[in-house]
């Protein structure tokens, strides 16, 4: 086939198959946690990383989604199940998901014994991870697959529930990851216990309750503009902020 014609064929399924906290969301996540690990934890980070940034490294693992091989980790983005119910009581997919996951992670890293460059693809996998358990739309429901079903216009061009959270929301503020993350890491020492109080268990549900919300707000083919980027701007900062506090505590928990 020629490379033209080769482009053209592949260029939407590229284009309209990603489904991720966008790149933008994932960097601030990382770049926030960055402010709060603890000394031992930087230095480790530091060593397995070769010194590169907790944001830099927290797109990794959807940059491999682009190889098959990597196919089996899919599922670790999401998880799905019934608005209403807890992650606890909910019916858990043999593929693993987004919890299973980040518990293997956190365990594959933590042991010394695992080789070096498994701790470090599953320590790529956990900074990646955390930022999407942050994103309402990862913590869903099977029926529409996470709102990827669910057709909208943003700004009149077409896109879908999950998109919206994933990255037109985060971009119609046109900061940088930088930008954003100086603003959202200055918490005060008592909030920032507040919000990285619980487990993982306490969070996926948290998500999960903010994602049957949004679901609530808006209507299939419905004009997203102005208005909503405006009515959701606090509440996507404070999951960005979160992700980005409880990360730190993870990573200061896994190299404490
Ligand atoms: N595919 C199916 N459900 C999904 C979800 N909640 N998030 C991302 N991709 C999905
Ligand atoms: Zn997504
Ligand atoms: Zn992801």
Same mark, same amino acid.
């Given at each position: %086939? ?13 284009? /309209?198959?990603?489904? /991720? ?8 996540? =990382?770049? !926030? ?22 944001? /830099? ?5 959807? *940059? ?20 209403? %119910? ?15 996951? !980040? ?11 695992? $080789?070096?460059? *498994?701790?470090? /693809? ?8 955390? =930022?999407?358990?942050?994103?309402p %739309? ?11 079903? !669910?057709?909208v216009?943003w700004f $009149?061009?077409?896109?879908?529930l999950?998109?919206v959270w994933?990255?037109n929301l985060i971009?119609s503020y =046109? %900061? ?23 487990? !993982? ?9 903010i994602c049957?919300d949004l679901y609530k707000s808006v209507e299939?083919?419905e004009k997203l503009g102005y208005r909503y980027s405006y009515d959701y701007n606090e509440l996507l900062f404070q999951q960005?902020?979160? =992700? ?13």
């Open positions: %086939m020629k490379k033209s014609l080769l482009l053209f064929v592949l260029f939407p399924v590229v284009a /309209f198959s990603n489904s /991720f906290w966008g790149k933008t969301g994932h960097r601030v996540t =990382g770049e !926030i946690a960055q402010n709060y690990l603890s000394g031992k934890a930087k230095r480790a980070l530091n060593d397995l990383l070769d010194g590169h940034s907790l944001a /830099f490294v927290s797109t990794f693992a959807d *940059d491999i989604k682009a190889d098959r091989a990597y196919s089996k980790y899919s599922p670790w983005h999401y998880v799905n199940y019934p608005l209403g %119910m807890s992650y606890r009581d909910s019916e858990k997919s043999e593929y693993g998901d987004i919890i299973t996951a !980040i518990e293997e992670c956190i365990t594959k890293v933590k042991d010394k014994n695992n $080789g070096r460059e *498994d701790r470090i /693809f599953h320590l790529k996998m956990l900074i990646h991870l955390v =930022g999407d358990l942050h994103q %739309m990862h913590a869903s429901r099977a029926e529409d697959k996470g709102g990827n079903d !669910i057709q216009q $009149g061009e077409g896109s879908n999950h998109r994933d990255k971009e =046109g %900061m940088t990851y930088t930008e954003l993350a100086s603003e959202l890491k200055v918490v005060s020492r008592k909030k920032r216990k507040e919000i990285q109080a619980g487990t !993982i268990y306490d969070w996926v549900d948290e998500s999960h309750e049957g299939m083919g960005l902020q979160k =992700g980005g506090l409880r990360l730190a505590k993870i990573l200061n928990e896994v190299f404490g």
